[in-house]
């Protein structure tokens, strides 16, 4: 069993910036963030393997970025240029060889 525990959410104005941050209580593999606005499916927004290597979703690029502290087994997002589209329910996900696991959520809101 893998914990993760999420910060960082809030509201802000479009155009503006927030960081996510995830952490693990322990070692894990490819770790990314997903997120669910209401009436909609959750959807990938972006992952990072234990190596680096990084993917986006087409709506995020540019003005989101992953990265991961592998040492404090933690995923962060930064999230720039914000706009109310993006407006939803971001959950941190974790993957070891077995299992896939997912954090409680935290919510984002971006103002018009």
């Known amino acids: 069993q893998v914990q993760l525990v999420e910060s960082g959410g809030g509201l802000v104005q479009a155009g503006g910036s927030l960081r996510l941050s995830c952490t693990a209580d322990?070692?894990?593999?490819?770790m990314g963030w997903y997120r669910q606005a209401p009436g909609k499916q959750r959807e990938l927004v972006a992952t990072?393997?234990?190596?680096?290597?990084?993917n986006y979703a087409y709506s995020v690029k540019g003005r989101f970025t992953i990265t991961r502290d592998n040492a404090k087994n933690t995923v962060y997002l930064q999230m720039n240029s914000l706009k109310p589209e993006d407006t939803a329910v971001y959950y941190c996900?974790?993957?070891?060889?077995?299992?896939?696991?997912w954090g409680q959520g935290t919510q984002v809101t971006v103002s018009s």
């Open positions: 996900n974790a993957n070891t060889v077995f299992n896939s696991y």
């Open positions: 322990r070692t894990t593999r490819t």
């Open positions: 990072i393997t234990s190596g680096g290597s990084t």
